[in-house]
């Protein structure tokens, strides 16, 4: 028995013009802020992250990002200590992301529900490249 026909033939030539990996809704509890109430307490930031990389065949993990990766990189930060400002903690995770070679681009956006009243959730988002 043979597997279904692909809709297009296997000659045809196909070029790899990106490949994107996300996750979204990433929630962790994070020594976060410079305020005087926001010392010495934990807060939800919620992180969403869009890698861009080098485009080509994925057969292989190697050839992409896990996942957990991501969320490994964002909850190291957290391990590390207090961050004062949101934007510090999205540039240092899109740094940590960008240490993966196939990585080309990065964008980390982060919310801080809570942080202000009023408001569903104020925050930043930060867009690295290689240079």
């Given at each position: 028995?043979?597997?279904?026909?692909?809709?297009?033939?296997?000659?045809?030539?196909?070029?790899?013009?990106?490949?994107?990996?996300f996750?979204?809704?990433?929630?962790?509890?994070?020594?976060?802020?410079?305020?005087?109430?926001?010392?010495n307490r934990?807060?939800?930031?919620?992180?969403?992250?869009?890698?861009?990389?080098?485009?080509?065949?994925?057969?292989?993990?190697?050839?992409?990002?896990?996942?957990?990766?991501?969320?490994a990189?964002?909850?190291?930060?957290?391990?590390?200590?207090?961050?004062?400002?949101?934007?510090?903690?999205?540039?240092?995770?899109?740094?940590?992301?960008?240490?993966?070679?196939?990585?080309?681009?990065?964008?980390?956006?982060?919310?801080?529900?809570?942080?202000?009243?009023?408001?569903?959730?104020?925050?930043?988002?930060?867009v690295?490249?290689?240079?």
């Amino acid at each position: 028995m043979s597997a279904a026909p692909l809709p297009f033939s296997a000659s045809d030539a196909v070029h790899h013009e990106a490949l994107s990996v996300f996750v979204r809704g990433l929630t962790v509890q994070a020594g976060i802020g410079i305020h005087d109430h926001e010392q010495n307490r934990l807060q939800s930031l919620v992180i969403d992250v869009t890698l861009t990389l080098t485009p080509g065949p994925v057969e292989r993990l190697g050839d992409t990002i896990n996942y957990e990766t991501v969320a490994a990189a964002a909850r190291a930060i957290v391990d590390e200590g207090h961050v004062g400002l949101v934007e510090t903690f999205a540039q240092r995770l899109a740094l940590s992301c960008l240490r993966e070679a196939h990585v080309q681009r990065c964008v980390v956006r982060i919310e801080k529900p809570g942080a202000l009243e009023g408001v569903i959730a104020p925050g930043c988002e930060v867009v690295l490249t290689r240079g």
